[in-house]
């Protein structure tokens, strides 16, 4: 069966709605399905829960969606290079659940496995143990934290065959695989396709069951968050 689409724009078009729930893969910029973020934009679903590690920055990443005030309610681990999502949260106009990050990579993880729930040590004490159920388990208290079943999951790979199966480049494969295997509906950006068959399986990361969509995005940025470069 071959996945692949002519554009992000056609790989979202039927599957994105208002009020959904969004993932996203991703880590800081690392590995951001960057065409799938704009398209994403472009067409003006609004309300939307997005899952993701971040929220990108001000001009770049998920970003984008806050300046249109797509985003309704983000459920992330860390916000802190972006002054637009902070003046939202600020001024009660954006939901915020945070997750240790550990926390929020297992709630997708089990989104993916069927697993409803599961409970941890990572919050016990704190704000983020706030509402939720806690057990002992030897002598030790945990909270119950829920699986995250997003609508559709925005992903980002190097390379794809034309059934979906992918290979990810490196450290870029952070939260994607997670995000993917949690989706309904799983749409992937990746930089190259390749014929099935051309795939040695043994060097495959995560298989094309999980894929329901591609595009190809053959040169995007990869922008870095902050460069710092020392004088010559």
Excluded: W
């Excluded at 554009?7 to 910029?29: H, K, W």
Aim: with cysteine; glycine share 10%.
């Amino acid at each position: 069966m071959d996945k692949v689409y002519e554009s992000a724009t056609a790989a979202l078009e039927g599957v994105v709605a208002d009020g959904q729930m969004i993932g996203v893969g991703g880590f800081g910029l690392c590995g951001i399905p960057e065409a799938l973020i704009a398209a994403l934009r472009d067409s003006g679903v609004k309300d939307l829960t997005c899952v993701s590690n971040n929220a990108g920055v001000d001009d770049f990443g998920l970003g984008l969606l806050l300046a249109t005030r797509q985003i309704k309610k983000m459920i992330a681990s860390y916000v802190g290079e972006n002054k637009e999502f902070e003046r939202q949260y600020l001024s009660g106009e954006l939901e915020l659940e945070f997750n240790p990050q550990g926390t929020l990579a297992e709630r997708l993880r089990a989104g993916g496995a069927g697993i409803p729930a599961f409970f941890t040590p990572a919050g016990v004490g704190t704000l983020v143990a706030e509402g939720k159920e806690e057990r002992e388990f030897n002598g030790k208290r945990y909270i119950m934290e829920t699986a995250l079943v997003p609508d559709v999951s925005l992903v980002k790979a190097k390379v794809a065959d034309r059934s979906g199966n992918l290979i990810f480049n490196k450290t870029a494969r952070n939260f994607n695989p997670n995000v993917a295997t949690a989706g309904k509906i799983t749409v992937v950006e990746v930089e190259e396709v390749v014929e099935i068959g051309e795939l040695d399986p043994d060097h495959i990361h995560l298989p094309g069951i999980y894929v329901h969509r591609i595009v190809v995005n053959s040169s995007p940025e990869k922008r870095i968050e902050q460069r710092t470069l020392r004088q010559a």
